[in-house]
């Protein structure tokens, strides 16, 4: 298992100048019936359905269910072929194929067949406010199908096959010919109409549309092409400008442009997916890159999916499922094999410096650092001044980064050099008891060093320049975690033998009991937190729990309250006063006041579902 270094922007999200886009993968490994996928849709119980060369797909979010055709069976897929999918506004699934066009009964858990549409390919299902079925059958014969009235009617413009239609929210059908023209419905002539474009300033009519978008407000229309590339056409000017102009070495071939905000839409092509900001006219470029996990599997997009909860689902030619999930104030770094990416799998400690260059631990390629500005990376380990490339602690003193390793003592940088200034070993410093296995590294509000190792706790003597034993605490106890409160007093979480405190102003000392019933239930503490009214929260291997200093209350937060492990690791709070809570099972975001716990892992954007000891803080910038 892989423990990679997330960033949660929890503040100020609009102040980002770009989301990075992570994509979860699903494909024929995790039950999709073929990696071709055509087309997706989501019910009204929130399942999403995805058709594909081979079958029709329901997913609950972790299993797929296949539909499928067998001739033995009535109430079976016409065909596994499929084409296109559509809710009703009365919440039904219509399924189109080649070969026909069916309706899904939940009840029954079968098909029926629109007999007029028997044995002809069907594209491009959508539905009006009224519940009319709009579709392209074979030969690009637009047809308003009435279900109640079993009726059908054609519309045609000139005679001419048309390639794609779009219906707006105000029922709006806007659609495009394959000799060029963009028509419109007059709902009160009852036929298309042809949107006059301005020929001079046209340097050639638009050809091979394949899809069309319009704004609500029906001022701005895309147009996608099959080699001609995408076309923004102003209806109230009625001309157009190039978006991507034609590619000749790579045509695009656009499948499907939906909208995903106000102002930004999403655009489906062979050639990946083109964000376009409509108010700034901007555009990025989304691509497969092989080498790293989570970008998209295939650049042949076939069409692209919003569903409830804003993720963006998107169905590849060969590559099949991908999932963006709407979190994306989840900024992830990790590994990616020959790019300048973070350095290791496994990160250990986080620290920042008062210019904002992030420090990161591994536990396998020393130090990183990351300069937020830039987004640029420098490595530090054992081929260039480090004494050992497992960090166990970080820690910054003025210019002095105090570099914990596993088994090699400490090291310290000056990080305006970047260079090892000092280091700490066995050898050259008999008062740590001959043990350089470095625990836990923690600053004092009076910017001494407090070193957890494995066999106790030793405070840095600068005077002196040595680590001397802090005798308030048990030896032997393992150390794991240390915090220093409001009040000055010191705690100190252990492996197995619970939690201890000492207050330096009246020198009360001892162990600090979290469950005066069950007392084997804290021994393991992973971390200690104060919050804004001064509570005390720990991160224990039994769970999460709350010490009020004002009602000298213990609370207690487990997976019989929602969380998705007792296993806790590392604590946060952000400026609205909710709790980060890492586990060894998911993200957790808590209200104190509600209690109310919202859980996020790998499918709403975190990179592995566990995550890790002390790798955790909170930026200036609010991140």
């Avoid at 009519?205 to 099959?226: A, E, Q, R």
């Avoid at 105090?402 to 000092?422: F, L, R, S, Y």
């Avoid at 729990?545 to 487990?558: A, E, L, P, T």
């Avoid at 975190?606 to 909170?618: A, E, I, R």
Wanted: charged residues 20%; proline residues 3%.
């Amino acid at each position: 298992m892989k423990y990679l270094f997330t960033l949660l922007c929890l503040f100020n999200l609009a102040n980002t100048s770009a989301n990075p886009y992570y994509f979860k993968s699903y494909g024929m490994e995790d039950g999709l019936s073929n990696n071709h996928v055509t087309c997706c849709i989501q019910d009204h119980y929130g399942f999403m359905w995805f058709g594909t060369r081979d079958g029709l797909n329901r997913f609950d979010s972790k299993k797929f269910h296949t539909f499928k055709n067998y001739s033995t069976e009535n109430g079976s897929l016409v065909s596994n072929y499929i084409l296109d999918l559509a809710i009703s506004p009365t919440g039904d699934i219509w399924v189109s194929t080649n070969i026909g066009i069916q309706k899904y009964d939940y009840q029954t858990d079968s098909f029926s067949l629109i007999e007029f549409t028997k044995g002809i390919s069907c594209h491009s299902l959508q539905f009006d406010q009224q519940g009319n079925l709009w579709t392209l059958l074979y030969g690009n014969s637009l047809v308003k199908y009435n279900d109640s009235q079993n009726l059908h009617i054609n519309y045609s413009y000139k005679g001419d096959p048309v390639t794609s239609f779009y219906i707006t929210t105000q029922d709006q059908i806007w659609a495009t010919t394959s000799n060029g023209d963009i028509i419109f419905f007059d709902h009160i002539l009852n036929e298309f109409v042809a949107l006059d474009l301005n020929n001079q300033n046209m340097q050639q009519p638009i050809y091979n549309m394949t899809t069309i978008w319009s704004s609500p407000s029906n001022d701005i229309l895309l147009v996608g092409t099959k080699d001609n590339g995408i076309k923004r056409i102003d209806t109230q000017t009625k001309t157009y400008k190039d978006i991507l102009p034609l590619q000749k070495k790579s045509p695009l071939y656009t499948r499907n442009i939906i909208p995903i905000t106000n102002e930004k839409v999403w655009i489906a092509t062979f050639n990946g997916i083109y964000i376009y900001d409509i108010l700034s006219s901007s555009i990025m470029q989304i691509q497969q890159n092989k080498s790293n996990p989570y970008s998209l599997s295939n650049n042949a997009i076939k069409q692209i999916y919003k569903d409830q909860e804003e993720g963006i689902w998107i169905c590849t030619d060969n590559g099949g499922i991908n999932y963006c999930p709407p979190y994306s104030n989840i900024k992830r770094y990790y590994n990616i094999p020959g790019e300048k990416t973070i350095n290791g799998d496994i990160v250990h400690d986080i620290c920042i410096d008062t210019n904002n260059n992030i420090w990161i631990g591994t536990e396998d390629a020393g130090v990183n650092k990351l300069n937020t500005r830039e987004q640029t990376y420098t490595y530090f380990n054992d081929t260039n001044g480090l004494s050992q490339n497992c960090i166990h602690g970080l820690t910054l003193i003025g210019n002095h980064l105090w570099i914990g390793t596993h088994a090699n003592g400490i090291d310290v940088m000056d990080i305006h050099t970047e260079k090892i200034i000092k280091h700490y070993t066995i050898a050259s410093n008999p008062y740590v008891d001959k043990n350089d296995i470095i625990v836990y590294l923690y600053k004092l509000h009076d910017n001494n060093l407090l070193v957890a190792t494995a066999l106790g706790l030793y405070q840095y003597n600068a005077q002196k320049d040595i680590f001397e034993r802090f005798s308030q605490f048990p030896d032997n106890c393992r150390i794991q975690t240390i915090f220093e409160d409001h009040e000055g007093v010191i705690w100190a979480g252990t492996f197995s033998k619970g939690l201890y405190f000492y207050n330096p102003v009246n020198q009360q000392q001892g162990e600090f009991r979290l469950d005066s019933v069950n007392t084997n239930s804290d021994r393991m503490i992973n971390d200690i937190y104060e919050d804004s009214n001064n509570n005390l929260w720990f991160a224990t291997g039994d769970g999460l729990k709350m010490y009020d200093r004002v009602s000298r209350n213990n609370i207690k937060y487990s997976v019989k309250d929602g969380l998705p492990s007792n296993v806790i690791y590392r604590i946060e709070e952000d400026n609205k006063g909710q709790m980060w809570i890492s586990t060894a099972n998911g993200l957790v975001c808590l209200n104190p006041i509600s209690r109310e716990i919202k859980v996020l892992k790998k499918e709403h954007g975190l990179t592995s579902n566990q995550l890790n000891y002390n790798s955790s803080m909170k930026t200036p910038d609010k991140e």
